[in-house]
């Protein structure tokens, strides 16, 4: 199998280890007003009005990939995440980030979003189960 992948490099005329570019079908455009609903989102966001901004890329983002604009979903997606983080919901941030990490990583903001899941570290386990009370308690 090894052979199969090393012949298949030579014949394209690539050396096994050298970088391989991956191609990308370029990305549609969002209409002026999905842009326009984006700007005002991270708007809010730099007013510290996270919730806010939340709900407005939360009911955008749908939007954004429908029209096909992969860059301001990715970008949607950041935003999202980092509402959540900065309301205090660590997980629901990553997940956000991860999200835009594994749907459209070749983005600057997939970039960003990993960097953001750096900066929470790990993720934490779930807290453990109380055992429930018996009668005699």
Not at 128 to 133: C, D, I, L, S, T
């Amino acid at each position: 199998m090894a052979c199969l992948a090393v012949a298949a490099l030579a014949l394209a005329g690539c050396q096994a280890g050298s970088p391989m570019y991956v191609w990308h079908a370029p990305s549609a455009r969002a209409s002026d007003g999905q842009i326009d609903a984006l700007n005002q989102a991270v708007m809010l966001v730099g007013q510290r009005q996270y919730a806010d901004a939340a709900d407005k890329l939360s009911a955008l983002l749908a939007g954004l990939r429908t029209a096909g604009d992969r860059q301001r979903s990715a970008e949607a997606m950041f935003w999202l995440g980092y509402c959540y983080e900065k309301q205090g919901g660590p997980d629901v941030a990553a997940t956000w980030y991860r999200r835009a990490v594994r749907v459209y990583p070749w983005t600057p903001a997939a970039r960003l979003a990993a960097e953001r899941l750096r900066h929470l570290g790990p993720a934490r386990p779930p807290p453990p189960e109380r055992p429930a009370a018996t009668a005699a308690e």
